[in-house]
């Protein structure tokens, strides 16, 4: 078993690559509101830094909560500041690539899919 990082959410993979559990962003059941990225981010970081393949997922999850909520408000508010700079440079590189990308002549469904790729880049950062 390995930890992975698809789609912007962390993954324990079997050693077939068959999720095993997903660490989602969302706080709890149904409509509970999502963990925010700086939040999440460090979450995962203290999972992969504390994670065994006998770790039981929603032990260390709620670990890597307290590890979070154990930081100093400067502590996290430095941490949001780093994850808006790089929400910020995500979309301005996002801008400028779909802009230069619109004004290529290429093949319609190959700008279709590159313009596809780029959006999903920037959705990783919101």
Known sequence: MHLEEID????????????????????????????????????CGWVKMHWT????????????EQ???ELTPDQQMYLWSLSHQEEQNAQDLCTALLAHLSE?????????????????VLEQFS
């Open 8 to 43: 912007g959410l962390l993954h324990i993979l079997d050693e077939n690559y068959e999720t095993i559990h997903v660490f989602e962003r969302s706080k709890g059941e149904g409509d509970a509101p999502l963990l925010s990225r700086p939040a999440y981010k460090h979450m």
């Open 53 to 64: 393949p006998e770790t039981d997922p929603n032990e260390i999850w709620t670990r890597a």
């Open 67 to 69: 590890s979070w909520d």
């Open 104 to 120: 290529y002549r290429g093949l319609k469904n190959v700008k279709k899919a590159f313009q596809s790729a780029i959006q999903s």
